[in-house]
């Protein structure tokens, strides 16, 4: 049985509100990964957080299970598709972290919670000279990391107390939202910096990225008021927290100032987020039901393909009642065309069948809409679209 979260993460207060609980026996992780164990968020009422129920052994499947982009070196994520231009994660989170922190030769960088490093590694191809350390919760990652940092510059669960108060720049790139004691992995970051050190940090933000708010592995749902919270309470100041810079994100700095913890949060902004946290709950619980009545009648549908092989793509497949109907999944992602998911083939939108009669749009909703009208089958006789959710204008 799965217990709401009866203490905030963040601020340690016990006044949590629940506002979300999936009814499910199993819950999706950000990997589209079916798992065991209800979603069930709850809401500080301190600090303005959102704490969600977590996978039942964290230790274990961080070790072995969250095999993200294992495949080859070069594997990457889609940020943005610019007419037939590919953004990559990397490629655009590098972009923001110049333009956040003083890059140069010689300074000594830890990437914090680093998984494949794949982000560690554009740093330092982009800034040639940059002393790079390494370190996450998993040995699975370091023959990766033996192809360009040394064995004495990674750790692994714990770091070396030598480095304590050595580095000039932490980054973590979506890394935070999964660790259950965040306060504690603050407080190691501040002891790793060098007074005056800056910490960089990019985690989801779910008012822009409802698949945040349900994934399993996702313990923390980080909104302003509880990232500057969390802040401050381990002594960062000249604290920033750019929410438009990065879509579905937060990207988060701050420097190792010893500054005092700062005056509470407002409760405008505290009260916003709880009803943000509430239309959330209301998306998700009506979604699996919207997927299911907009299902073809068995005898007499060419079949079905789900766009999107990421996450709102996997709730689909996981919420319809014949899913063996989805011929394919279609993705524009070059590194995702060629696998599969749930033994499903992931295509390029330009193939899909000429005998499908049914698209579900598997998209974040603030863009499905946008990405669903520029196919170039868009509009094509007897083709209908479902929506997670119907358009916003
Ligand atoms: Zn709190």
């Not at 709401?4 to 009814?23: I, K, L, Q």
Request: hydrophobic share 40%; charged share 20%.
């Amino acid at each position: 049985m799965v217990e709401a979260p009866a203490r905030c993460p963040v601020c340690h207060s016990n006044e949590m509100v629940p506002v979300y609980h999936s009814g499910t026996k199993t819950s999706l992780s950000s990997l589209c990964q079916i798992l065991p164990g209800a979603k069930i968020v709850s809401y500080c009422s301190e600090c303005g957080h959102l704490a969600g129920t977590g996978v039942v052994d964290t230790d274990q499947f961080y070790e072995t299970d969250y095999r993200i982009l294992l495949d080859d070196d070069e594997e990457d994520q889609v940020y943005e598709i610019r007419g037939d231009e590919i953004i990559s994660r990397t490629d655009h989170q590098m972009a923001v972290l110049h333009g956040k922190a003083g890059l140069a030769a010689n300074i000594r960088v830890l990437d914090y919670g680093c998984a494949k490093a794949a982000m560690a590694r554009r740093i330092t191809r982009g800034v040639p000279g940059i002393d790079m350390h390494l370190f996450d919760v998993s040995h699975m990652y370091e023959t990766f990391w033996d192809k360009f940092v040394a064995r004495e510059k990674q750790a692994v669960h714990r770091t070396p107390e030598a480095w304590d108060g050595r580095f000039d720049l932490v980054t973590s790139f979506f890394a935070f939202e999964h660790i259950p004691d965040p306060k504690a992995s603050i407080a190691h970051v501040a002891r790793l910096l060098k007074p005056g050190g800056l910490f960089h940090m990019i985690v989801p933000d779910v008012t822009g990225n409802a698949a945040d708010f349900i994934v399993i592995d996702h313990v923390n749902h980080f909104t302003r008021s509880s990232v500057a919270r969390l802040m401050t309470d381990s002594g960062f100041g000249e604290i920033d927290i750019d929410t438009t810079s990065y879509r579905g994100a937060l990207i988060v700095t701050g420097r190792k100032t010893g500054t005092p913890p700062s005056a509470p949060v407002n409760d405008a902004e505290k009260a916003e987020v709880l009803a943000q946290a509430r239309e959330l709950a209301q998306f998700w619980s009506t979604a699996a039901d919207r997927i299911r009545a907009s299902e073809p009648e068995e005898n007499g549908s060419g079949g079905s393909a789900i766009y999107g092989s990421g996450f709102y793509g996997a709730f689909i497949h996981a919420n319809l009642k014949r899913p063996e109907a989805v011929a394919c999944f279609l993705d524009k992602s070059p590194w995702q065309q060629g696998k599969s998911l749930f033994d499903t083939p992931i295509m390029a939108p330009a193939d899909l069948p000429g005998n499908v009669d049914t698209v579900y749009a598997g998209l974040n909703p603030a863009i499905a809409h946008q990405v669903m009208n520029s196919q170039p089958w868009a509009g094509r006789e007897g083709l209908r679209v479902v929506y997670l959710q119907d358009s916003a204008e």
